[in-house]
Structures are given as structure tokens and as C-alpha cells.
């Protein structure tokens, strides 16, 4: 039964090989890399062993700028997108009619290619000289002077980019609420009814307690998604981020990577471990909250 | 205690309590629809009447097929389809087989180290992807990979979240299936195709649906380590179409371009709506 | 607190949805319970009664028909209005709170001028939960709790505010059997010391016979009779309230009147003062004597000790069942002569009902 003993391994080679490749190799790499002082990609030679690369990264204008950016979508978006999902949840549990054809219609943007709706956004907000687009209209409607949210002041664009984002993590929190809140069993809400409880006082008391370890769950997932934020800016913005000033962390570590700034994956790597620092120490807070406060 | 004036509250307060939960379920449809609408609109409309437009209209008299035409054969869109198809199909199907052994080994078969093994797997699904692209990206280019769908898809067809997922999953099924196989003189891998699979059909549809949306809309990796248009996927295509196609302002053709690209998923979503909601609800609180 | 229904009626859409019909759940229910008493709702699974319970309670509003608490119509009251106390089935405690915060649960709902001191409301909790004998738990969670802990808890929190109508719904289904003798008992002591109008619903014919002063016993969601329960087991008004109450099932036969007399079979049972008719003739295993010259003769086919009393077994050709199955005093002797056993019947164990409507006749 000698074989026995390998065959375990031998179902398991194919993932062993892959994430060994692809996964635990690139992961000591970057390390290396990241203190590897001017590697160069060509020679594959590098000047120096040290933090000159953190240190650099550091004090890169763009990098501080791509911090800050990251850091405003995180905590605009998700407790936002939370709230919002958490509302919509609750509307759409309290009905019947068209329940099920809203709960399709909010999944539709999971499924859709973020650039390419990404660009429907633009025009909607783009001013071109042709016109101010849709929004602008309706800006104008309210007698404001248009705004260009594409190409003019930091908060225009911040505030899309925001709304863009909430709008494509919508469908999945509005997915998982509304499944947890189906899972409160009516019993509960019953028993409340019949002792006369109002209706701010059983969300509060019942269900937001019993969905808690739910919206946790959401909120530590947003957070390390909102960090990740990439592809949403690409979309409205075009690949050129810190041109437009609206450069995120992993965007950053693209464009050091290659990009316009072109081919420095030491600096690339720094920068990533960073990223990664940050969304370690934020995950671990928050699952500490989340402990003490997940009721059961 | 006057009743009937209790009754009467009671009715009217779930009369707009209900008014005021359609109106703001109808406000959000709205919001959901419209850039879906707006897309559609637009990419009916001839070119000359959408910049004629100072104030976009919310309709057209006169729709055209033009922009579709355009979409095809002034950029290569169809290429981009047919590398995204292919992509989406190569990657799949191996992530779905290199998932389905591990997950056998880990759920079914005894072996020294396998629970080291299986933690270091678990471990490894806290490694974000940003922090392992850098050293992806050296390996594929030093292998003379890039554009190549081989580069495209080696690097994407692990996921330690969905061993994890499917493992749950055939752990469920009772050991006294597996001994009455064995006495039958079933082989290991008939067990995993003829029962196991079958019996784990909805997490594996559920795995199955999770990745072709992700492959669909993947967009950093192939930006990385394609430059060719000739291995563009859809979403470089989009992004390669607004910077450089259509002579810049085209936004009808463009718009085409988008709803193109929009509807399979949107169709394939449509038609299996609730085993995909049901399928990325499992995927999602499971992990 | 009297509680009266009047025509009460629900009817829910059906769920097959190619069937235009509705389903009735509750079929023009008139009847009133008397204040402070404890009445047992009792029927097979499905015939109404938890609808019936949550119109009491207000938590489902009748297609038609009127609830009243004493004299007052509370037909479309709100459920916080009607003071109803409601232990569910499956308890329907709060998980995340402790048995101290789900007993106060209720009175902290009270706003205005009903409004409690914490220290009033944490005087009444412990009340309560010394009532139920759960006070030495008040700051565990239900999942720390027993089955019939739990049990009690849920009563508890029903009876904190003082209801004017406690209702239970299948209070006793998830406890074991142990348990349930004795949180039954439980349940009458709670309610003779607070003296609230109780109404449980059961399909525990024994559950609801052993503890009610009144059961009213339903079908498909027809009401079929009410009574002091030992009053309804002894005059059932028609075959399904006969078959329905006593372990074991009372033995139906195949009878016919002729001439004044109810035959089974050959066998001339008893004098009776009806019409020449076909009927059912239903006999409680009770009403079993064994006697050499007995007028039923059976086949015997197993006698089963059991302590205290003696289980026959017997067939008859005419019995709308498998076999006959009569109760008699373990010291009898039985001597069965070529197999067959003979019985005299006692005429107040035997019951009659029509064939056509299988309404109980008079004899």
C-alpha cells in the first residue's frame, strides 16, 4: 500500500505547484525585492541592501497622495454602503410585491464589467465641449453652474468616484443583508408584537443584534476591498491616476510596476507591503471590535 | 380605550410606512438602471445627434444601428470577445480541476501532513494579490510569457478560497457512502466523478459562476502582461477604445462597445438569476 | 377575561397557485371561554388552530367574524394593544439576550403613562421568574439553558405584564416525555395562582385532557365540540371527536339496528331505542368485559400484560380497523374457548353514530 501513502500528495500537486509559483514564491520575493535597492529589471542587478525603498516611497508626493485617496474612499464608501444596503435590506424584506424582481434588478451592477459601466458613469458626469452631460443638466435644472467632476476639483471627482464605488458594491451587501435579515426567524418578531414593542426598538434590540455578525462580516470584507480600490478609478479616470490626482495605493504599485512611470518593482514591492500593513492592522481592529461587540 | 382610533392609526401607519419603503426601493431600481438605460440610449443615437445635444435627451426618434457596426470593425472587438471567451473558459476549467482534486485529497484522503498542509493553505488565502502581481509579472515576462494566453491564465488558476469552500463541502457527505463505494470496488476518482461531484453540484456551479464573473471583468492582471492587442480581453479593450479607438469622442460607439460587452453576463445573469444570487450568497457568507 | 369569537372565519390564498380556491384555515368559529379558565385547543396537525391562536392574539386578522376580550370588540387590534401574552412553540427567545433581559423585554416596551421604575420592572421580572422557577438563571443566555428551562423562561416573559389572555402554542412538543409530564403540571399550577383565561393549543389529545378545565376540539377548521374534557370523552358528538380523544383509539364496528336491538355481526349487543338503520357502533377499550357468555364474540390473538392492567387483542370481521384492542383488569382470567373470546359491553362505553352523518345518536 506504498502508493496510498503518495496519492494524497498526488491529487494535491497541481494546487501545491501552482500557489508554490504563483503564491508562496512571489511572496518571499517581494520581500527581497522591496529591500533590494535599485534593482533593475533588464541586468537584473541591484546597487544595495536596505530601506532605501520604503524610505522612497514614503516620501513620494504620489504615494502620499494615492494614501490619502484610498483612505477618503474607504471611510466614505463603506459605512455608507453599508447603511444604504442595510436600508435597502430592511425595505425589502417588509414587502411582497415586486420583492423579487428588485432584489434581480439591485444584484445587476455584480455582474456587469466595472470599466466598462465605469465609462457610462464618465459621460454621465463627463463636461465635454459638446455638453456638460446628464447630471450637469440636472445640476443646472436647480440653477447651480455645472461642475466637472471628470477633470475639475478634487471633491467633484472624489464625490463620483465615491458614488461609482457604492454603486458596484451595493449588490453583494444587499444580497448578504437581506439573506441574514431573512434568517431572523418570525417568531421573534412576533413575540415582540404581541408585548407592543415599537418598531425602532425591535431593530435595534432584535434584529440589528441578530444580523451583527453579518454586517461585520461586510464591514471587514469592505474594508480590505475598499483598500484594493483600482479598477473603479481606471474606469472614470482613464489608467493616467496621478495625473488626475485620483492615484489609489494599488495603483500606485501598478504604475511603479510598469505604466507611465515604467519598471521599478522594487519601489512597487515597498509600496505593497505597505498596503498590505495597513490593511492587516485595519482587519485586525476590526475583528477585535467586531468580538466584543457580535452579541452571540 | 377607544379601539376604533387605535385601528385606525395602525392602518394608516402601515399604509405610509409601506408608501415610504416602495418609493425609496423605486429610487435605488433607479439609480440601478439608469447608467444600464442611459447606455443603451446612447449607443442608439447617431453620432451627429448626441453631440448636437447640449442637453442630453432621455430618448431617441431615430435609432441607429451605426455604432454597432462601428464598435466592430473600427476596433477589434470582436478579437477582444473572442480572447475574453477563451480566457474565461482555459481558466475555469483548470481552476476547476486543480480545485476539485486538492479538495478531494484534503476532504477524503488520509496522508502524513495533510492537516500542515491544509493550514498553510488557509493561511495563504490572507495574501492579498497585489502583494504577489510584482514577482507574477517578473516570472511571466522572464518566461517570455507576456502576451501569451499562457501568461494570461497560469498565474489565475489557483484559488485557496474555493478548495476551502468545496472541501466544506464533501466533508458533508457521510463517510458510509465513501465504505459502501470501497466494498463495491469503486476507484477513488470514479468515487469523486460519479458521487461526490454530483452530490456537491450546487458549490461547484457556485465556484463555476464566481469565476467566470471574475474572469469576465478581470482587468489589472491582463493590463500587466498585455500590450498586444491581439490579447487584449474586453475590459483592456474598453480601456484601449476610450484612450486611443474611435477618433476620441465617439461616445455612441463607445456606449456600443460597452453594451457589448455588458450583455453576456447580463443575459447569462438573467437567465440563471437565482442560482447565481444563491451561488455568490453561499460563496460569500461561507467565507 | 372572557374571550368570545364570533363567525370567525380565515381564509389564505393557496399557494399552488393554478387553484383559484382558497384554503380555509378556520371555518366560522363561534364560541365563548369563560375568564380564568384554562382551555386546551386540540386537533390534528393543520386543522386551524395556530390560526386561531394567532387571531386571538392579533398577530393575523380574520377574513371575517369578531374576537371579543370580555365586552369589548378587538377583531382589528393591533397585537400590542389586545394584552396578550404568547409563548411560542420554539420559545422565541432572544439568543443574544439574557434570561433577565428577555423577561424585561416586555415592560420596557411600556411608554407614557404605563411607563415602570427600572426598579419596579426588575421587582416584576424576578416575580415572574420566581413564578416560573427560574430565578436562580437570570443572567444566562437561552443557549445555556434546558429545553424546559427555556420552557419557562418564554412563560415568564408572557406572564411579566400581566396579560389579560395568555396563549400557548404547542407549549409541551419540544420537550422530551419526562419533561413534559411535568412541565404540563407546571403550566396548571401557573395558571391557577395568576387566575389568567389561558388558551393552549396541542394535537396531544392526553396533553390537553389531563390539564384543561374546557378542550374544544377542531377538524379541517370546523369546530366540532367543547366541553370539560372528561364530559367530551364521554358523549362525543360525532365519530371523529370519539376517535380523536383516548389511548388507545376507541374500537369502531360496523353496526346495525334492528328491531331495538344494535347487532354486530350475528352478535346482539344491546337494546337500543332507535330506527332500523346502519351504524357506526364505537366501544372505548375500556368498555371491554370479559364474560363466558358475553354477547361479542372475537377471534383472540395476543394478550399483553401491563402491570396495572391487560391489553386483549382480539379480531372481529366487522370492526373498520385491524384489531380490536379492549383494556380489562389484569386479574381477570380469560378462557377462550375454541379461540374466541366473548364480551359483555358496558352500555355507557359504547357510542353510536350515524352512517350517513356520523353524528352521535342518542340511544
Known amino acids: ?296 | 380605550m377607544d379601539y376604533d382610533k387605535i385601528e385606525k392609526q395602525a392602518r394608516v401607519r402601515a399604509k405610509v410606512k409601506s408608501t415610504v419603503t416602495y418609493v425609496f426601493l423605486i429610487i435605488w431600481a433607479v439609480i440601478v438602471l439608469f447608467p444600464f438605460y442611459w447606455m443603451i440610449l446612447t449607443s442608439i443615437k447617431s453620432y451627429s445627434s448626441y453631440n448636437s445635444e447640449y442637453v442630453p435627451k432621455f430618448y431617441t426618434l431615430a435609432p441607429t444601428i451605426k455604432n454597432y457596426v462601428d464598435a466592430f470593425i473600427s476596433v477589434n472587438l470582436s478579437r477582444y470577445f473572442l480572447n475574453t471567451i477563451i480566457f474565461t473558459v482555459l481558466t475555469t476549467a483548470v481552476m476547476l480541476i486543480v480545485t476539485i482534486l486538492a479538495a478531494f485529497a484534503f476532504a477524503r484522503l488520509d496522508f502524513k501532513g495533510k492537516n500542515i498542509t491544509f493550514a498553510i493553505f488557509l493561511s495563504l488565502m490572507m495574501i492579498p494579490n497585489e502583494l504577489v502581481v510584482i514577482t507574477n509579472y517578473v516570472t511571466i515576462t522572464n518566461w517570455d510569457m507576456r502576451n501569451t494566453f499562457a501568461g494570461l491564465i497560469l498565474p489565475s488558476v489557483t484559488s485557496v478560497f474555493y478548495i476551502y469552500l468545496l472541501k466544506e463541502n464533501f466533508e458533508q457527505i457521510p463517510d458510509s457512502l465513501y465504505k459502501a463505494a470501497k466494498v463495491d470496488g469503486t476507484s477513488d476518482l470514479k468515487y469523486l466523478f460519479k458521487v461526490m461531484l454530483p452530490i456537491c453540484k450546487p458549490t461547484v456551479i457556485t465556484i463555476l459562476i464566481l469565476k467566470v464573473i471574475e474572469c469576465w471583468n478581470s482587468y489589472v492582471w491582463p493590463r500587466l502582461v498585455t500590450d498586444n492587442p491581439d490579447y487584449f480581453l474586453v475590459s483592456n479593450g474598453i480601456q484601449e477604445i476610450r484612450e486611443n479607438g474611435f477618433g476620441r469622442e465617439n461616445i455612441p460607439a463607445m456606449m456600443a462597445a460597452v453594451v457589448v460587452i455588458s450583455v453576456p453576463l447580463i443575459i447569462i445573469f438573467l437567465i440563471f438569476h437565482k442560482k447565481i444570487m444563491a451561488g455568490v450568497s453561499r460563496g460569500g457568507t461561507k467565507g | ?363
Open chain 3, 1 to 363: 377575561m372572557k374571550v368570545t369569537l364570533e363567525h370567525l372565519t380565515k381564509r389564505f390564498p393557496n399557494r399552488n397557485k393554478k387553484i383559484k380556491e382558497d384554503v380555509i384555515a378556520v371555518n366560522d368559529f363561534t364560541f365563548e371561554i369563560p375568564d380564568g379558565k384554562l382551555i386546551g385547543l386540540l386537533g390534528p396537525s393543520g386543522c386551524g388552530k395556530s390560526t386561531t391562536l394567532n387571531m386571538i392574539s392579533g398577530l393575523e386578522k380574520p377574513t371575517s367574524g369578531k374576537v371579543f376580550f370580555g365586552d369589548d370588540d378587538v377583531t382589528g387590534l393591533p397585537p400590542e394593544n389586545r394584552g396578550v401574552g404568547l409563548v411560542f412553540q420554539n420559545y422565541a427567545l432572544y439568543p443574544h439576550l439574557t434570561v433577565r433581559q428577555n423577561i424585561l423585554f416586555p415592560l420596557q416596551n411600556l411608554k407614557g403613562k404605563d411607563k415602570l421604575s427600572k426598579e419596579v420592572m426588575e421587582e416584576k421580572a424576578l416575580e415572574a421568574a420566581k413564578l416560573v422557577q427560574i430565578d436562580a438563571y437570570m443572567d444566562r443566555k437561552p443557549g445555556e439553558l434546558s429545553g424546559g428551562q427555556q420552557q419557562r423562561v418564554a412563560i415568564a416573559r408572557a406572564l411579566v405584564k400581566m396579560p389579560r389572555v395568555l396563549l400557548l402554542d404547542e407549549p409541551l412538543s419540544n420537550l422530551d416525555a419526562r419533561l413534559r409530564l411535568q412541565t404540563r403540571e407546571e403550566i396548571r399550577r401557573i395558571q391557577i395562582e395568576t387566575g389568567i383565561t389561558t388558551i393552549f393549543v396541542t394535537h396531544d389529545q392526553e396533553e390537553a385532557m389531563s390539564i384543561s378545565d374546557m378542550i374544544v376540539v377542531m377538524k379541517d377548521g370546523i369546530f366540532q365540540q367543547m366541553g370539560k374534557p372528561q364530559d367530551v370523552y364521554d358523549k362525543p358528538v360525532n365519530l371523529f371527536v370519539a376517535k380523536f380523544l383516548g389511548t388507545p383509539a376507541i374500537n369502531v364496528f360496523n353496526g346495525e339496528i334492528k328491531d331495538g336491538k344494535l347487532y354486530i355481526g350475528d352478535d346482539a349487543i344491546l337494546d337500543v331505542n332507535l330506527e332500523n338503520q346502519q351504524v357506526w357502533a364505537a366501544i372505548r377499550p375500556e368498555g371491554f368485559v370479559v364474560s363466558d357468555n358475553g354477547a361479542l364474540k372475537c377471534t383472540l390473538k395476543q394478550v399483553e400484560v401491563m402491570g396495572r392492567d391487560t391489553s386483549v387483542i382480539s379480531l372481529n370481521d366487522n370492526l373498520d380497523g385491524i384489531s380490536v384492542r379492549s383494556i380489562i383488569p389484569s386479574d381477570t382470567t380469560i378462557n377462550p374457548v375454541n379461540g374466541i373470546v366473548s364480551f359483555n359491553i358496558k352500555p355507557y362505553k359504547i357510542h353510536l353514530f350515524s352512517k350517513e352523518t356520523e353524528e352521535r345518536l342518542e340511544f
Open chain 1, 1 to 296: 500500500m506504498n502508493y496510498n501513502k503518495y496519492k494524497g500528495w498526488l491529487y494535491l500537486l497541481p494546487a501545491i505547484l501552482f500557489l508554490g509559483l504563483f503564491m508562496v514564491y512571489p511572496l518571499v520575493d517581494v520581500v527581497v525585492y522591496s529591500f533590494e535597492e535599485g534593482y533593475n529589471f533588464a541586468s537584473q542587478s541591484f546597487s544595495g541592501t536596505g530601506l532605501y525603498n520604503f524610505s522612497y516611497v514614503l516620501h513620494d508626493p504620489y504615494f502620499m497622495q494615492a494614501v490619502k485617496n484610498t483612505f477618503i474612499i474607504v471611510i466614505i464608501t463603506v459605512p455608507l454602503s453599508t447603511g444604504i444596503a442595510l436600508l435597502i435590506s430592511l425595505g425589502l424584506n417588509s414587502i411582497k410585491p415586486l420583492k423579487d424582481f428588485l432584489q434581480t434588478v439591485y444584484f445587476l451592477p455584480y455582474v456587469t464589467n466595472t470599466l466598462a459601466v465605469g465609462l457610462v458613469f464618465m459621460i454621465l458626469f463627463k463636461k465635454t465641449a459638446y455638453s456638460d452631460g446628464l447630471i450637469n443638466a440636472l445640476i443646472n435644472m436647480f440653477g447651480h453652474d455645472s461642475i466637472d467632476f471628470i477633470e475639475g476639483p478634487y471633491w467633484a471627482k472624489m464625490f463620483v468616484i465615491c458614488f461609482y464605488t457604492i454603486w458596484i458594491v451595493m449588490p453583494f451587501k444587499i444580497l448578504i443583508l437581506t439573506s441574514a435579515l431573512a434568517g431572523v426567524r418570525q417568531d421573534y418578531y412576533n413575540a415582540a408584537k404581541v408585548d407592543g414593542t415599537s418598531k425602532f426598538r425591535t431593530f435595534y434590540k432584535i434584529t440589528l443584534p441578530m444580523i451583527s455578525p453579518m454586517i461585520f462580516y461586510l464591514v471587514i470584507t469592505g474594508f480590505i476591498g475598499a483598500f484594493k480600490a483600482y479598477s473603479d478609478e481606471v474606469a472614470i479616470f482613464g489608467t493616467n491616476l496621478n495625473a488626475a490626482g485620483m492615484n489609489t495605493i494599488v495603483g500606485y504599485v501598478y504604475d511603479m510596476l510598469y505604466g507611465n512611470s515604467g519598471g521599478y518593482p522594487s519601489y512597487a514591492s515597498a509600496a505593497s507591503l505597505i498596503l498590505f500593513a495597513i490593511v492587516f492592522t485595519i482587519t485586525v481592529i476590526n475583528l477585535m471590535v467586531s468580538k466584543k461587540n457580535v452579541q452571540y
